[in-house]
C-alpha cells in the first residue's frame, strides 16, 4: 500500500512558475512508476508527465519544454516543476504510483488527494 500527499499548488499569474511536491509512504516507493496527472472542470483526467524508477521522464505534448517532472527516492518524494504557466494549465494536479510505464490513468494503482492550481491571465 502506497499513499501519497501533493502539496504546492496555488494561485499565480500567467508566466509564473510553481513546484508541485508528491510525498509517499511506505518503503517501496523507488519500485513505482510516478505519475502526474491533472483534471479541469468539466473535462477528463490528463497525462501531464511520468518517470520510471530509474529516472526515465516522459511529458504530454501540453506541458512539454515547460514541466519537468522529477524525483528523490531517498526522500521518497515526486516533484513536477512547472515554468510559464498558462490560464490553460488551471486544474487540480494529481500524483499517482503504479507498476506499468504508462500515459493512461487506468495503469497506476494508487493517487492522492490532488491539489488546485490556478493560473491567472
Known amino acids: 500500500q502506497v499513499q501519497l500527499v501533493e502539496s504546492g499548488g496555488g494561485l499565480v499569474q500567467a508566466g509564473g512558475s510553481l513546484s508541485l511536491s508528491c510525498a509517499a509512504s511506505?518503503?517501496?516507493?523507488?519500485?513505482?512508476?510516478m505519475g502526474w496527472f491533472r483534471q479541469a472542470p468539466g473535462k477528463e483526467r490528463e497525462f501531464v508527465a511520468r518517470i520510471t524508477p530509474s529516472g526515465s521522464t516522459f511529458h504530454g505534448d501540453p506541458v512539454k519544454g515547460r514541466f519537468t517532472i522529477s524525483r528523490d527516492n531517498a526522500k521518497n518524494t515526486a516533484y513536477l516543476q512547472m515554468n510559464s504557466l498558462k490560464p490553460e494549465d488551471t486544474a487540480v494536479y494529481y500524483c499517482?504510483?503504479?507498476?506499468?510505464?504508462?500515459?493512461?490513468?487506468?495503469?497506476?494503482?494508487?493517487w492522492g488527494q490532488g491539489t488546485q492550481v490556478t493560473v491567472s491571465s
Open positions: 499517482a504510483a503504479g507498476v506499468i510505464v504508462s500515459v493512461r490513468t487506468s495503469a497506476y494503482e494508487y
Open positions: 511506505g518503503r517501496t516507493f523507488s519500485r513505482y512508476v
